[in-house]
């Protein structure tokens, strides 16, 4: 019997135009793909994805059907989000068959003072910062005084995070990642938080503070059981590439792996295809998201979806018979749009593979749960709770 694999690739934030109930969310408007497309111009060029059909999704580019071809050799359409959110974990535990009903509480004005009282006591030390910040920025701002005092600096964002910057020279890793799971241990309850990140940084050879790909995200628990409890359930393996090992917090997987940035994802993502011979492998690509989506930065966002783009002919190479992967993404993040937070927005799909029959239009799919139904379904798992399967309308 044919060995079944469904690879599916997130392309984090990689949204494609506003859901219907953007403007609840202050994201009227908001269109991470089409204005990425704009702003780029005539330099953009995304042949791959083409021929995929990526430009034959519902409403791309405002339905312009720029990016459209007339004969796509993959399945594509979009997917809007019922849960209340559009976070990194709300998204992913959607795809993965999770409604989240309560969104993940979010602290705009920093932490409780009750609970930094009883962290800093906990860890030995004070901190610095705790308010809203952008990374980047506020590594500028307080690592002079973090170098001089050794006190971690914690901020948070738009998201349901606590993250915790250190110079890896002042506080090394492994005691960054105790601090980080002190955390964790707090944050419950009335201190309730989805997710702390601990976000190391160096001062690299031209004396410039630089964050290291040596981030580690420490999650909540999913509710219940996700598509990947289900596919590991059956006796599958579950190979999770990047940050997905922490988004589910373990929960699932049977093989995990660290990635350095967007193109080693893409190695990586190819290794697990050489290695695994059955099952589920699930990836995810953070650079879009935190590198240019929050920086708002759209010409690097753009260039980086050109550079992912090239590489679809290895994925596509190292796919057998009996595959097929997934293209989407877990929410938007416009880097043309105000601020620096995740826009809420209609994710991509695009399905590809021996199995897949060709120019299979999916329409608007509801909700991201959508996906994981079917990646249980072609593997003969049990289906997870919230989601529907396309498989029938997929498959020749």
């Given at each position: 019997m044919e060995k079944k694999r469904v690879i599916l690739i997130v392309?984090?934030?990689?949204?494609?135009?506003?859901?219907?109930?953007?403007?609840?969310?202050?994201d009227a408007g908001s269109d991470t793909f089409g204005h990425i497309a704009e702003t780029m111009g005539e330099d953009f060029r995304i042949p791959e994805l083409q021929k995929l059909g990526w430009g034959n999704i519902p409403g791309l580019c405002g339905g312009s059907g720029k990016f459209a071809v007339a004969t796509p050799e993959g399945a594509y359409g979009r997917l809007m989000e019922v849960s209340a959110g559009k976070d990194t974990l709300t998204g992913h535990w959607e795809i993965a068959g999770l409604e989240v009903k309560t969104p993940f509480k979010m602290y705009p004005e920093g932490f409780p003072a009750d609970f930094m009282e009883e962290f800093q006591?906990?860890?030995?030390?004070?901190?610095?910062?705790?308010?809203?910040?952008?990374?980047t920025v506020?590594?500028?701002e307080l690592g002079p005084e973090h170098e001089a005092t050794g006190k971690p600096i914690v901020y948070t964002s738009s998201d349901s995070v606590f993250q915790i910057a250190a110079n890896t020279a002042v506080i090394p890793l492994p005691r960054l990642y105790e601090i980080c799971e002190t955390a964790r241990e707090l944050l419950h309850g009335k201190w309730a938080c989805g997710r702390v990140i601990a976000r190391p940084y160096i001062i690299n050879a031209e004396g410039k503070r630089e964050r290291t790909f040596d981030r580690k995200d420490y999650a909540v628990d999913p509710p219940e059981e996700t598509v990947l409890d289900k596919v590991k359930a059956a006796g599958l393996p579950v190979y999770a590439v990047g940050k997905i090992q922490n988004i589910f917090n373990g929960n699932g997987v049977t093989e995990a792996v660290h990635i350095d940035g967007n193109m080693d994802g893409v190695d990586k993502t190819l290794e697990a295809m050489e290695k695994v011979e059955e099952g589920f492998i699930f990836t995810?690509?953070?650079d879009f998201d935190?590198?240019?989506?929050?920086?708002?930065?759209?010409v690097g966002y753009g260039k980086a979806i050109m550079?992912?783009?090239?590489r679809l002919p290895e994925l596509r190479a190292a796919m057998r018979p009996?595959?097929?992967l997934m293209l989407t993404a877990d929410h938007g993040n416009d880097?043309?749009?105000t601020g620096t937070d995740h826009t809420r927005e209609y994710i991509p799909l695009v399905a590809f593979g021996g199995p897949v029959k060709a120019g299979a239009d999916l329409g608007t799919r509801s909700p991201f749960g959508d996906i994981g139904a079917t990646v249980a379904d072609y593997l003969g798992a049990e289906a997870p709770h919230f989601g529907t399967s396309f498989l029938k309308e997929i498959l020749k």
């Open positions: 392309l984090d934030s990689l949204g494609v135009g506003e859901a219907p109930d953007a403007a609840a969310f202050g006591r906990r860890i030995g030390v004070e901190c610095l910062g705790n308010y809203p910040a952008s990374g506020i590594i500028e995810n690509l953070v935190t590198m240019y989506g929050h920086r708002r930065d759209p550079d992912f783009d090239a009996g595959d097929i880097p043309t749009f």
